[in-house]
Each structure stands twice: as structure tokens, then as C-alpha cells.
């Protein structure tokens, strides 16, 4: 059990350094939701889970706290992008095609 | 374990300093949006890391209830948004 | 998707605020858990009004089986697309190709819909924008071939197969 998270809590500390790297590094926004939130929604909810098998009478809530996040987490995700996408926030110059419609109205 | 438990949150507190120079540098709003999301979830992860260590049941409720918070900011922060730029037009 | 009636709408709601009150209540006394069941009662009678696509018949078993052998498939394709990802932010030279492409849902009800999304949103290199009707306008952090034949083939033709076991 112990060795399980402790693996699990080193996986999502990697993650959520990984996730804050992302963020340093991409060009624009959509890019940075695309690495960074995720990276780190992966690495707090194995740090979670690897606390709960550490501690074995925590594991329902611990469980409880990191479906909370991975339910979360995409909403305010996609909300983020929307409000971005509809605020006319430039993509960056290697993007290929936008087909998404709001843009035209915006031009 | 207690050198290990060191290592995780130094590791932890870095990525957060990380985040935070984006918040400061970021050329827009969404951007500073953005990073504050990560630094709530990254915060949550580190607060049931010191919990455990702590051996402190309270603090999962803590825990808890501030992802809880964290989310609503975040949407209503993006709503605000959102709406802001529907007047400028 | 023929409409539940209020009784089943009451019940299912209910239901999951009770599972929820024993969840975040783990060590459960007398007290906390009479207190936990006369606020939910009251509260379904309020909000049954609400969970239009819900009732009795969500909790059939082969939903709640689909439900069960659905996490760990998203699960494992998180994990699998985060590695990407790393790969991705740790090269020196940064590999994106990005753009945002339209794809086609055959999933029908509002909850099948946002099921869908989220599960798209989540693993990473693929952020659903928007969902107008049958369109899903997803942006994509690497991909070659940007038309939406392919972009329905690869990225939401996979979550359907296993979303449709039980969601309309």
C-alpha cells in the first residue's frame, strides 16, 4: 500500500511541475489551457489518491476530493476558452484553420 | 519518509513560483485567469500533501471546501469575461 | 426520450443527495445522519423540478455498469495523453501544430452532450470550444489533417462507442 502511493504522489508531483512548465512555455492561450490545466488536474488527483492509499481510513474522502477536481476541471477549462475565443484573443501564428464561427463576426 | 515528504513539497512550492511569474508576466487577462486556476489546483494537492503529514483530518475539509471555492471564482471569472467583451463591441 | 414522471424525478434526486451527504459525512453518527436525510428529503421536493432527464430508469443496471467500466477507460486515455503532452512541453523545440476543427456528435440528449465534452476537455491536446447542435468545435494541439471527416473519426467517434452504453 505504502509503495503504491508513494509512486502515485511522485507521478503527480512530476505532473504538476510538468503542467506549470507548460504554462511558462506555450505560445498562446488556447495552448496553455491545452498542457497546463490538465497536466495538473492529472497530478493533484494522483497526489490525492496516492495520500488516501498511504492513509487507508482517508481513502473515501481523499477519493471524494479528486473526483471533485477531475469533474471540475474540464468546466472551467472549457469556460476559460470560450471566453477567450469570444473576446477575440489572437491565436498564434502556427495555427492552421480556425473554423470555429465566432471569429468572422469579430473581424 | 520525512526527507521524501521534503522533497515532494519543495518540488510543489517551485511549480507554484512558476505558475505565479506567469500570472505577473502575462500579456492578458485570460492568462492571469489561467494561472490562477493551476495555482488553486496545484494548492489543493499540496494542502492534502501537509494534511497527511500533519496527520490532520480537519484539514481534508479544508481542502475540500477550497476547490469547491476555487471553481466558483473561476467561473464567474470567466463569465465576467466573457461579458466585458460583449459591451466593447 | 420519453418524460419521467415527477415521482421518479423525486426519487433520483433524493437519492443522490443522500449518497452525497453519506460521502462527505464519512465517520457517520445517529445525529448527523437523521439530520442528513430530513434536509435532503426537503431539498428534492424543491429541486425534482429541475432534472428533466433523469428518473427511475437512470438507475437501471446496465447504466450503472456502463458508468463503472466507463472511469477507468478515461482513466487510462488521461494518462496516455498527458505523457504525450510531456513529451511535447519537454522538447526543446516545441512540435505544436494547432487548430481548431469542427467534428460531428450522434450522441442526441443534453447530458450524453456534456458527458462528451468533458471527456474531450480532459484529455489533454484536445479543448472543446463549443457545442452548437450536432457540432462540437474542438481545439487541437497537434494534429495533420484538419478536415472534419477525420477530426469525427479520430476524436469523438472514440468516446462514443462507449459513451452510447448508456447515455441517449
Same mark, same amino acid.
Given at each position: 500500500?505504502? &509503495?503504491?502511493?508513494?509512486?502515485?504522489?511522485? &507521478?503527480? $508531483?512530476?505532473?504538476?511541475?510538468?503542467?506549470?512548465?507548460?504554462l511558462?512555455?506555450?505560445?498562446?492561450?488556447?495552448?496553455?489551457?491545452?498542457?497546463?490545466?490538465?497536466?495538473?488536474?492529472?497530478?493533484?488527483?494522483?497526489t490525492? &489518491?496516492? $495520500?488516501?492509499?498511504?492513509?487507508?481510513?482517508?481513502?473515501?474522502?481523499?477519493?471524494?476530493?479528486? *473526483? *471533485?477536481?477531475?469533474?471540475?476541471?474540464?468546466?472551467?477549462?472549457?469556460?476559460?476558452?470560450?471566453?477567450?475565443?469570444?473576446?477575440?484573443?489572437?491565436?498564434?501564428?502556427?495555427?492552421?484553420?480556425?473554423?470555429?464561427?465566432?471569429?468572422?463576426?469579430?473581424? | 519518509?520525512?526527507?521524501?515528504?521534503?522533497?515532494?513539497s519543495?518540488?510543489?512550492?517551485?511549480?507554484?513560483?512558476?505558475?505565479?511569474?506567469r500570472?505577473?508576466?502575462?500579456?492578458?487577462?485570460?492568462?492571469?485567469?489561467?494561472?490562477?486556476?493551476?495555482?488553486?489546483?496545484?494548492?489543493?494537492?499540496?494542502?492534502?500533501?501537509?494534511?497527511? =503529514?500533519?496527520?490532520?483530518?480537519?484539514?481534508?475539509?479544508?481542502?475540500?471546501?477550497?476547490?469547491?471555492l476555487? =471553481?466558483?471564482?473561476v467561473?464567474?471569472?470567466?463569465?465576467?469575461?466573457?461579458?466585458?467583451n460583449?459591451?466593447?463591441? | 426520450?420519453?418524460?419521467?414522471?415527477w415521482?421518479?424525478?423525486?426519487?433520483?434526486s433524493?437519492?443522490?443527495?443522500?449518497?452525497? #451527504?453519506?460521502?462527505?459525512?464519512f465517520?457517520?453518527?445517529?445525529?448527523?445522519?437523521?439530520?442528513?436525510?430530513?434536509?435532503?428529503?426537503?431539498?428534492?421536493?424543491?429541486? %425534482?423540478?429541475?432534472?428533466?432527464?433523469?428518473?427511475?430508469?437512470s438507475?437501471?443496471?446496465?447504466?450503472?455498469?456502463?458508468?463503472?467500466l466507463?472511469?477507468?477507460?478515461?482513466? #487510462?486515455?488521461?494518462?496516455? %495523453?498527458?505523457?504525450?503532452? %510531456?513529451?511535447?512541453?519537454?522538447?526543446?523545440?516545441?512540435?505544436i501544430?494547432p487548430?481548431?476543427? /469542427?467534428?460531428?456528435?450522434?450522441? /442526441?440528449?443534453?447530458?450524453?452532450?456534456?458527458?462528451?465534452?468533458?471527456?474531450?476537455?480532459?484529455?489533454?491536446?484536445?479543448?472543446?470550444?463549443?457545442?452548437?447542435?450536432d457540432?462540437?468545435?474542438?481545439?487541437?494541439l497537434?494534429?495533420?489533417?484538419?478536415?472534419?471527416?477525420?477530426?469525427?473519426?479520430t476524436?469523438?467517434?472514440k468516446?462514443? /462507442?462507449?459513451?452510447?452504453?448508456?447515455?441517449?
Amino acid at each position: 500500500m505504502e &509503495i503504491i502511493g508513494i509512486i502515485l504522489i511522485s &507521478i503527480g $508531483v512530476i505532473f504538476s511541475t510538468l503542467g506549470a512548465l507548460g504554462l511558462i512555455r506555450m505560445p498562446d492561450i488556447y495552448n496553455r489551457l491545452q498542457t497546463s490545466t490538465k497536466a495538473t488536474t492529472l497530478g493533484a488527483f494522483s497526489t490525492i &489518491i496516492g $495520500v488516501g492509499f498511504m492513509h487507508p481510513a482517508w481513502l473515501i474522502k481523499t477519493i471524494l476530493i479528486a *473526483f *471533485f477536481i477531475l469533474m471540475t476541471a474540464p468546466i472551467s477549462s472549457h469556460n476559460l476558452g470560450k471566453a477567450a475565443h469570444k473576446a477575440g484573443i489572437p491565436l498564434t501564428d502556427k495555427t492552421q484553420i480556425d473554423e470555429c464561427p465566432q471569429k468572422e463576426e469579430n473581424k | 519518509m520525512n526527507t521524501l515528504y521534503w522533497i515532494w513539497s519543495i518540488i510543489l512550492s517551485i511549480s507554484i513560483l512558476m505558475v505565479l511569474t506567469r500570472f505577473i508576466k502575462g500579456p492578458a487577462l485570460p492568462d492571469r485567469v489561467i494561472s490562477l486556476d493551476m495555482f488553486t489546483t496545484i494548492t489543493t494537492g499540496l494542502l492534502v500533501l501537509i494534511s497527511f =503529514f500533519l496527520n490532520n483530518y480537519i484539514l481534508l475539509d479544508v481542502s475540500l471546501v477550497y476547490a469547491v471555492l476555487a =471553481f466558483i471564482s473561476v467561473l464567474i471569472m470567466a463569465r465576467y469575461l466573457e461579458s466585458t467583451n460583449e459591451e466593447e463591441k | 426520450m420519453e418524460k419521467n414522471n415527477w415521482f421518479g424525478r423525486w426519487i433520483y434526486s433524493f437519492i443522490i443527495l443522500s449518497v452525497g #451527504w453519506l460521502l462527505f459525512t464519512f465517520p457517520y453518527n445517529q445525529e448527523e445522519l437523521i439530520v442528513g436525510l430530513i434536509a435532503s428529503f426537503v431539498i428534492s421536493l424543491f429541486t %425534482a423540478n429541475f432534472f428533466k432527464e433523469f428518473g427511475l430508469k437512470s438507475f437501471s443496471p446496465m447504466r450503472i455498469i456502463g458508468l463503472i467500466l466507463y472511469i477507468p477507460y478515461i482513466l #487510462w486515455e488521461i494518462v496516455i %495523453a498527458n505523457l504525450e503532452v %510531456a513529451k511535447i512541453v519537454l522538447s526543446p523545440n516545441l512540435p505544436i501544430k494547432p487548430a481548431i476543427v /469542427k467534428a460531428k456528435t450522434t450522441l /442526441k440528449s443534453d447530458f450524453g452532450k456534456m458527458l462528451l465534452a468533458n471527456s474531450i476537455t480532459l484529455t489533454p491536446g484536445t479543448l472543446t470550444l463549443d457545442i452548437d447542435g450536432d457540432d462540437v468545435y474542438i481545439h487541437c494541439l497537434k494534429i495533420e489533417d484538419t478536415s472534419e471527416e477525420n477530426a469525427t473519426k479520430t476524436i469523438t467517434a472514440k468516446f462514443e /462507442k462507449h459513451l452510447r452504453r448508456f447515455v441517449v
